[in-house]
């Protein structure tokens, strides 16, 4: 892979160097408790609140590796695997997973966290794909991404995957 890409800005013609960035620049972790004012009538986080925690730790992470504005594209796979109590931590996870010309997509790792005891679990994950703008609105090119290892190529061919599907369905409709 090259070690930089060129871009050029829209409005001044200039050349922009888009320097390529590991997965681990753009690493985030967000920890809160979960308030009563969170939970649901059974005293657990609300679906929805666990959805705009998400989005904010994958635009964070995607921020990190593209230092541009971004917007939320599309959310895939994303599942509620176990109830996260009221007084438990919420910790959210997120990285870059794999880039394309003005989009990428990044996965957040959502865990609780029994307070008294430590005890830590997977209780959802997501994946998100953003589009870098300019403040006009338009696309800008995004840096590419160095996949170093094989899980991280692994993770690279899925979000090729991910995103085919996503445009097979837009196609479509």
Known sequence: ?????ASYDRGAMTEVVLTPKRAAESETEMVQVVLPNDANPLGFILGGTVMHLIDIAGAIACHRHTRTLLVTAAVDGL???????????IILKARVTCVFTTSLEVRVDVY??????????????????????????????VPPLLVESEEERQECHAAHGRRAERLKRKSQA
């Open 1 to 5: 892979m090259s070690e930089r890409a």
């Open 112 to 141: 609780s966290e029994e307070t008294l005891t430590g005890r830590r679990q997977l209780t959802s994950r997501a994946f998100l794909t953003f589009v870098a703008i300019d403040r006009a609105g338009g696309r800008v090119r």
């Open 79 to 89: 599942e509620f695997l176990h109830p996260i109590k009221v007084g438990d931590l």
